[in-house]
């Protein structure tokens, strides 16, 4: 998952990682910085689709304007 926008890395990194705790998914940040922020999600689709939804509304404090999905398949699929 790729999120664009003016998000103020420093704030918005700690609420992605609690909002994915909270919906049980496993997460790992590769890359922030104040306009990009690069992650891996795992777990039910449903869920990965709430987290998109979450962050896409996010903290007052940052502007979501896209968010970009590209599903990795493991190879148990």
Known sequence: ????GDLKAASFVP?????????GLSQAISHTSVDRIE???A????????????CSLGPIDVWVETILRTPI?????
């Open 15 to 23: 609420w992605i990682e609690r909002h994915a705790a909270k919906l």
């Open 39 to 41: 992650l891996d999600v």
């Open 1 to 4: 998952m790729t999120i664009l």
């Open 73 to 77: 398949r493991s190879d148990d699929e």
């Open 43 to 54: 777990g039910p689709e449903e869920l990965i689709d709430m987290m998109e939804v979450g």
